[in-house]
């Protein structure tokens, strides 16, 4: 009887362990995305100062300067343009 006690507590131990494991992963997540939306906001043309606006070219997602100062791409971009 003992025994199946014991089993029993184990259980409900790894279930609740489970559980935290879960909600600690989609607290994870939800503040990574966070920390993405921020840096995105927070990207500015290094030689105007102007705040970089999202514009997808040709498929490939580009931070383009609103005075045409430039256009910068991630590395997934840059190696997807490199293909083509």
Same mark, same amino acid.
């Given at each position: #009887? +003992?025994?199946?006690?014991?089993?029993?507590?184990?259980? *409900? %131990?790894?279930?609740?362990? +489970?559980?935290?494991?879960?909600? /600690?992963?989609?607290?994870?997540?939800? !503040? !990574?995305?966070? *920390?993405?939306?921020? &840096? &995105?906001? /927070? #990207?500015?043309?290094?030689?105007?100062?102007? /705040?970089?606006?999202?514009?997808? %070219? /040709?498929? *490939?997602?580009?931070?383009?300067?609103?005075?045409?100062?430039? +256009?910068? !791409?991630? &590395?997934?971009?840059?190696?997807? !343009?490199?293909?083509?």
């Amino acid at each position: #009887m +003992a025994d199946e006690k014991d089993r029993f507590g184990e259980k *409900i %131990h790894q279930s609740e362990k +489970a559980r935290e494991d879960q909600w /600690a992963r989609q607290r994870d997540v939800e !503040l !990574l995305e966070k *920390i993405r939306q921020k &840096a &995105a906001a /927070a #990207m500015h043309c290094p030689k105007c100062n102007s /705040a970089l606006t999202d514009k997808v %070219h /040709a498929g *490939i997602h580009l931070q383009v300067c609103p005075k045409n100062d430039g +256009a910068w !791409l991630d &590395a997934a971009a840059l190696e997807h !343009l490199l293909k083509k």
